[in-house]
């Protein structure tokens, strides 16, 4: 599914956070007025996804916010334990078997996270 096509997706430009909020190894929610983007950085980058697990479209962290693994590369559904590759976003086992987040693409300006194309 296109991210775009989402109930209350925000427009291209849409600011997310500062980088500086988000540290090596971690993830964060951020509403944008009703729209769940889910944030994580690891040694390899940064990467937003819709804050969706695609079983029951519950968010990821709606139980727990550490959903980032320790290794940085697993995202953990803390609802029903569903994996997701960090960096693809592809379901690995569980309930994510055959499925994936929908990633979101975003711009880095300086410190601020924009929603948008990727940049680089």
């Not at 040694?43 to 709606?62: I, K, S």
């Not at 300006?109 to 680089?120: A, C, K, M, P």
Request: aromatic letters at 10%; a negative charge.
């Amino acid at each position: 599914m296109n991210w775009q096509d989402l109930p209350r997706a925000p427009d291209p430009g849409t600011f997310v956070c500062n980088l500086s909020e988000l540290g090596i190894g971690s993830s964060k929610s951020i509403d944008l007025d009703g729209f769940s983007v889910l944030l994580l950085r690891n040694t390899t980058g940064v990467f937003a996804y819709f804050n969706a697990c695609p079983h029951q479209y519950l968010p990821l962290d709606w139980r727990t916010k550490n959903v980032l693994s320790v290794q940085g590369d697993v995202l953990l559904c803390s609802n029903h334990h569903a994996s997701f590759d960090a960096q693809t976003g592809k379901g690995l086992d569980g309930f994510a078997q055959g499925s994936a987040l929908t990633a979101i693409p975003f711009s880095l300006q300086g410190d601020q996270i924009f929603i948008g194309e990727e940049v680089g």
